[in-house]
C-alpha cells in the first residue's frame, strides 16, 4: 500500500473530550498527523475537524470508521488533496534587509502573491494564502536569501467540493 496524504473531516457535537477521542484513535494506529484544525461548522453547535496525515487508503478508513463510532460525531469522511479545495495562510518574519535589494524585495512583493502586513524596526511581517507547496516555495526563497527569522502556517483550510449536508 502506497502512503499519501489523507485528509478527514469531521463533523461533531461541540463537546468536551471528543478532540481527545478522535486523536487517541491516531495514537493507537501510530499514525503521525501532520496538521489538525478544529472551527465552529455553518450549523450552530457543530464543530468540523479537518486533520491531516500521510498513511494507507486502507489505514485511513479503518480511522474513518472508528472515528464515525463516536458518539458525538454527526459525520465523517477522508479525502485526497485532490477531492478538496485546499487552502494555508502563513506568516513569516523576515529580516527587514532583504527590502534593500530590488531582485529580493521582488519575491515579497511581486512574484509569491504575498502582502507586508507589519514592519519592526529591523523585521517585516508578511502573510501568503496558497496551497501547501506555494507556502514552502516561498519560504525555501527567504531561507535561501538567509532573510527568514521566524515561520508559521495555519494548516489546511479546506472546501468539500460537493454539497455537504449534515443530519442528525
Not at 527587514?96 to 529580493?104: C, F, G, H, M, R
Not at 524596526?121 to 521566524?150: C, M, P, R
Amino acid at each position: 500500500m502506497e502512503n499519501r496524504e489523507y485528509i478527514v473531516t469531521a463533523f461533531t457535537e461541540n463537546q468536551v473530550g471528543v478532540l481527545n477521542r478522535i486523536t487517541a484513535i491516531y495514537l493507537r494506529r501510530k499514525i503521525n498527523i501532520e496538521s489538525l484544525r478544529v472551527v465552529a461548522s455553518s450549523t450552530k453547535g457543530i464543530s468540523m475537524f479537518v486533520i491531516t496525515a500521510i498513511t494507507s487508503e486502507q489505514q485511513i478508513a479503518k480511522v474513518v470508521q472508528h472515528i464515525s463510532k463516536i458518539v458525538e460525531v454527526v459525520d465523517s469522511k477522508f479525502y485526497t488533496a485532490e477531492e478538496v479545495i485546499t487552502l494555508e495562510v502563513a506568516l513569516y518574519k523576515a529580516s527587514k534587509s532583504i527590502l534593500e535589494n530590488a531582485s529580493t524585495s521582488e519575491i515579497i512583493t511581486r512574484r509569491n502573491g504575498s502582502r507586508i502586513i507589519e514592519f519592526g524596526a529591523d523585521y517585516i511581517v508578511v502573510t501568503l494564502t496558497g496551497s501547501k507547496e506555494e507556502i514552502d516555495k516561498f519560504k525555501q526563497e527567504l531561507t535561501e536569501h538567509k532573510a527568514l527569522l521566524q515561520f508559521t502556517r495555519s494548516g489546511s483550510v479546506i472546501m468539500h467540493r460537493e454539497q455537504i449536508d449534515i443530519k442528525y
